[in-house]
Protein backbone atom coordinates (compact mmCIF):
# COMPACT_ATOMS: atom_id res chain seq x y z
CA UNK A 1 0.00 0.00 0.00
CA UNK A 2 3.03 2.32 -0.38
CA UNK A 3 2.68 3.39 2.79
CA UNK A 4 -0.10 4.80 3.08
CA UNK A 5 -3.20 4.78 5.17
CA UNK A 6 -6.00 3.46 2.73
CA UNK A 7 -9.73 5.17 4.17
CA UNK A 8 -12.76 3.18 3.12
CA UNK A 9 -14.93 5.77 1.84
CA UNK A 10 -16.89 3.02 0.08
CA UNK A 11 -18.09 1.54 3.42
CA UNK A 12 -19.52 5.12 4.41
CA UNK A 13 -21.96 4.75 2.21
CA UNK A 14 -25.33 2.54 1.98
CA UNK A 15 -25.36 -0.94 0.98
CA UNK A 16 -28.15 -0.67 -1.21
CA UNK A 17 -26.04 2.13 -3.05
CA UNK A 18 -23.31 -0.16 -3.11
CA UNK A 19 -24.53 -2.57 -4.86
CA UNK A 20 -26.30 -0.36 -7.10
CA UNK A 21 -23.15 1.20 -8.37
CA UNK A 22 -21.92 -2.69 -8.62
CA UNK A 23 -24.91 -3.43 -10.76
CA UNK A 24 -24.44 -0.88 -13.40
CA UNK A 25 -20.88 -1.48 -13.69
CA UNK A 26 -21.72 -5.55 -14.00
CA UNK A 27 -24.43 -4.47 -16.42
CA UNK A 28 -22.48 -2.07 -18.51
CA UNK A 29 -19.20 -4.64 -18.44
CA UNK A 30 -21.83 -7.70 -19.97
CA UNK A 31 -21.29 -9.41 -16.38
CA UNK A 32 -24.47 -9.17 -14.81
CA UNK A 33 -25.58 -12.29 -14.63
CA UNK A 34 -22.16 -13.01 -12.08
CA UNK A 35 -23.66 -10.60 -9.47
CA UNK A 36 -24.29 -12.17 -6.55
CA UNK A 37 -25.04 -10.77 -2.92
CA UNK A 38 -23.80 -12.56 -0.09
CA UNK A 39 -25.60 -12.90 3.56
CA UNK A 40 -24.59 -10.03 5.86
CA UNK A 41 -21.45 -11.25 7.87
CA UNK A 42 -20.71 -10.04 11.58
CA UNK A 43 -17.82 -7.69 9.50
CA UNK A 44 -19.85 -6.37 7.06
CA UNK A 45 -22.48 -5.25 10.21
CA UNK A 46 -19.67 -3.73 11.92
CA UNK A 47 -18.79 -1.94 8.33
CA UNK A 48 -22.08 -0.58 8.34
CA UNK A 49 -22.07 0.81 11.91
CA UNK A 50 -18.96 2.71 11.14
CA UNK A 51 -20.31 4.28 7.96
CA UNK A 52 -23.23 4.97 10.32
CA UNK A 53 -21.03 6.74 12.84
CA UNK A 54 -18.63 8.49 10.24
CA UNK A 55 -22.20 9.63 8.43
CA UNK A 56 -23.66 10.81 12.22
CA UNK A 57 -19.91 12.69 12.73
CA UNK A 58 -20.18 14.42 9.09
CA UNK A 59 -23.70 15.61 10.40
CA UNK A 60 -22.25 16.76 13.22
CA UNK A 61 -19.73 18.79 11.91
CA UNK A 62 -22.19 20.85 9.44
CA UNK A 63 -23.78 23.06 11.68
CA UNK A 64 -21.57 23.96 15.07
CA UNK A 65 -23.91 23.21 17.79
CA UNK A 66 -25.53 25.76 19.97
CA UNK A 67 -27.20 25.02 23.25
CA UNK A 68 -29.80 27.80 22.52
CA UNK A 69 -30.78 26.38 19.23
CA UNK A 70 -31.54 22.87 21.36
CA UNK A 71 -33.42 24.83 23.96
CA UNK A 72 -30.99 24.47 26.61
CA UNK A 73 -29.92 27.18 28.87
CA UNK A 74 -27.35 28.17 31.29
CA UNK A 75 -27.03 26.06 34.27
CA UNK A 76 -28.34 22.86 32.70
CA UNK A 77 -26.88 19.77 33.35
CA UNK A 78 -25.76 17.10 31.09
CA UNK A 79 -24.21 13.64 31.20
CA UNK A 80 -21.26 11.94 29.60
CA UNK A 81 -22.10 8.40 28.25
CA UNK A 82 -20.30 5.86 26.53
CA UNK A 83 -20.50 2.37 27.29
CA UNK A 84 -17.93 0.87 28.56
CA UNK A 85 -15.68 4.36 29.42
CA UNK A 86 -15.27 4.73 32.99
CA UNK A 87 -16.17 8.10 33.00
CA UNK A 88 -19.71 7.84 31.92
CA UNK A 89 -21.91 9.08 33.95
CA UNK A 90 -19.88 12.46 34.34
CA UNK A 91 -21.77 14.99 34.67
CA UNK A 92 -20.98 19.25 33.70
CA UNK A 93 -23.14 21.84 33.52
CA UNK A 94 -23.89 24.33 30.50
CA UNK A 95 -21.75 27.70 30.72
CA UNK A 96 -22.47 29.39 28.03
CA UNK A 97 -24.40 28.44 24.39
CA UNK A 98 -21.33 26.60 23.22
CA UNK A 99 -19.35 25.64 26.67
CA UNK A 100 -19.56 23.23 29.44
CA UNK A 101 -18.06 23.90 32.88
CA UNK A 102 -16.79 20.10 34.48
CA UNK A 103 -14.58 19.87 37.64
CA UNK A 104 -14.48 23.85 37.61
CA UNK A 105 -13.50 24.24 34.06
CA UNK A 106 -14.29 25.38 31.21
CA UNK A 107 -14.88 22.77 28.03
CA UNK A 108 -15.98 22.46 24.60
CA UNK A 109 -18.11 19.45 24.73
CA UNK A 110 -15.87 17.78 22.07
CA UNK A 111 -12.95 19.16 24.18
CA UNK A 112 -14.18 17.46 26.96
CA UNK A 113 -15.60 14.40 25.57
CA UNK A 114 -12.05 13.66 24.37
CA UNK A 115 -10.46 14.00 27.50
CA UNK A 116 -12.90 11.65 29.10
CA UNK A 117 -12.52 9.17 26.10
CA UNK A 118 -8.63 10.14 26.59
CA UNK A 119 -8.01 10.32 22.72
CA UNK A 120 -6.48 12.56 20.12
CA UNK A 121 -8.85 11.61 17.69
CA UNK A 122 -11.62 14.04 16.13
CA UNK A 123 -14.85 13.06 17.81
CA UNK A 124 -18.28 15.07 17.43
CA UNK A 125 -18.95 16.21 21.37
CA UNK A 126 -22.80 16.48 21.24
CA UNK A 127 -23.10 12.48 20.31
CA UNK A 128 -21.43 11.71 23.93
CA UNK A 129 -23.66 14.11 25.96
CA UNK A 130 -27.36 13.59 27.59
CA UNK A 131 -29.72 15.87 28.55
CA UNK A 132 -32.74 14.85 30.69
CA UNK A 133 -31.93 11.52 28.64
CA UNK A 134 -31.71 12.36 25.69
CA UNK A 135 -28.71 12.84 23.11
CA UNK A 136 -27.60 16.26 22.43
CA UNK A 137 -27.60 15.14 18.57
CA UNK A 138 -30.64 13.86 18.75
CA UNK A 139 -32.45 16.93 20.22
CA UNK A 140 -30.69 19.00 17.65
CA UNK A 141 -31.36 16.62 14.35
CA UNK A 142 -35.19 16.76 15.98
CA UNK A 143 -35.09 20.31 16.33
CA UNK A 144 -32.92 21.63 12.62
CA UNK A 145 -35.44 18.83 10.95
CA UNK A 146 -38.84 20.97 12.26
CA UNK A 147 -37.40 24.58 10.47
Known amino acids: MDGKRRIREFYAMPPEDA ?8 EINGFHHRL ?17 QIEEQHRERVSPFAFSKCGISEGAELEFCCRGNEHTGERCTVADDKHV ?3 DEIWSLTALAKHLLETRNSVAGPQYFKYNGAWLNAIRRRLENRE
Open 36 to 52: KKWKVTTTAQQDEALAR
Open 101 to 103: CFQ
Open 19 to 26: YAILEAIA
